[in-house]
């Protein structure tokens, strides 16, 4: 079976268009027709510009166990060099098992609904959300967008799947850098873990070897590369993903946009908020789809010739 051997090269997954995410039918279809069982959903999230791409494609580059590439330069950007919407890519391993890489469109780009959107997205989707800051020094307004991953974990409970592990990681650090995870991370919203990357030296438009060495040896670390991501107990396959991800659009638009409004309640308000948002979008979906099928019912009615009448019987 040639689906048994397939990887999936980036594609958008969710765009946004009409002031509302959009599911791309095109990657739900490519995620379908994967054979086998994810190992883990990785989705890299954070502020605009701070190399999540560079990020993405090195995860990739050793997953596969290859040269990094610029596997996810095929973004469509209004910017050279940024991501909009979001991407996914599936890698295959030598040894046969599946981890998809989502890279995610960077907030601070002009449109925090767009973009709060596109975060909660990412991060109610996948097992593990890196949430990518360039340093060398944390700069803590570049964090606020922590919150949007916590959103992200009740909505991924509230539709019935695992929240996702969320790891901190710190780009451009110092080679002397002794930072304390524990410290660091102490007041953050939704960080579990630290993780810590050097300044990339350049190869033309990728980074050297010793770079993504470290991205493969952090990445180890974190185990952000097999933890599988699970609905009602079951790993997801492609297709099940490809269902969440058609779910959490779903719910999404059921929700009101005042994030900060949700940012601030309580947890058990928030995955009760993302139930009742799911269900109401499906029940008016189920209406919609109700008033387009009386109306073509209607207008085949319409159509049929009068054969209850002839000129004949007419006084």
């Not at 570049?142 to 929240?163: D, T």
């Not at 779910?247 to 009101?256: E, P, S, Y």
């Not at 947890?267 to 139930?275: A, F, I, K, T, V």
Request: hydrophobic share 45%; net charge negative; aromatic share 2%.
């Amino acid at each position: 079976d040639s689906s048994s051997s397939k990887s999936m090269k980036p594609v958008q997954l969710v765009r946004w268009e009409g002031d509302q995410t959009q599911l791309c039918s095109n990657a739900a279809q490519q995620l379908g027709e994967l054979s086998g069982a994810l190992e883990s959903v990785v989705a890299v999230v954070g502020p605009a510009g701070d190399g999540k791409s560079t990020l993405c494609n090195c995860l990739l580059a050793n997953l596969e166990e290859r040269d990094c590439a610029d596997d996810f330069a095929c973004g469509d950007s209004v910017l050279e060099g940024t991501t909009r919407g979001v991407w996914v890519a599936v890698a295959r391993r030598p040894c046969g098992g599946m981890v998809a890489v989502l890279d995610a469109e960077g907030l601070d780009m002009g449109n925090p609904h767009e973009e709060m959107a596109i975060c909660i997205f990412a991060s109610a989707l996948a097992s593990h959300v890196l949430y990518n800051v360039r340093g060398p020094r944390l700069r803590r307004s570049a964090l606020s967008g922590l919150v949007l991953v916590k959103i992200a974990a009740k909505m991924a409970q509230g539709l019935g799947g695992e929240p996702p592990t969320v790891s901190l990681v710190l780009r451009d650090a110092p080679s002397n850098a002794d930072l304390d995870p524990q410290r660091t991370l102490d007041g953050l919203a939704a960080a579990e873990h630290l993780g810590v990357l050097p300044p990339p030296c350049w190869q033309g438009s990728m980074p050297n070897a010793d770079f993504a060495a470290a991205c493969a040896s952090m990445a180890a670390e974190l185990g952000c590369l097999s933890k599988p991501k699970r609905v009602g107990g079951t790993v997801l396959d492609g297709q099940a993903l490809a269902e969440l991800a058609a779910a959490i659009v779903i719910a999404d638009r059921g929700l009101a946009p005042e994030m900060a409004l949700l940012a601030s309640s309580s947890d058990e308000d928030l995955e009760r908020s993302y139930q009742q948002a799911a269900m109401q979008a499906k029940e008016g979906e189920a209406a919609d789809a109700q008033r387009v099928e009386s109306a073509a019912a209607a207008a085949e009615v319409a159509a049929l010739p009068d054969c209850g009448t002839s000129s004949e019987d007419e006084p």
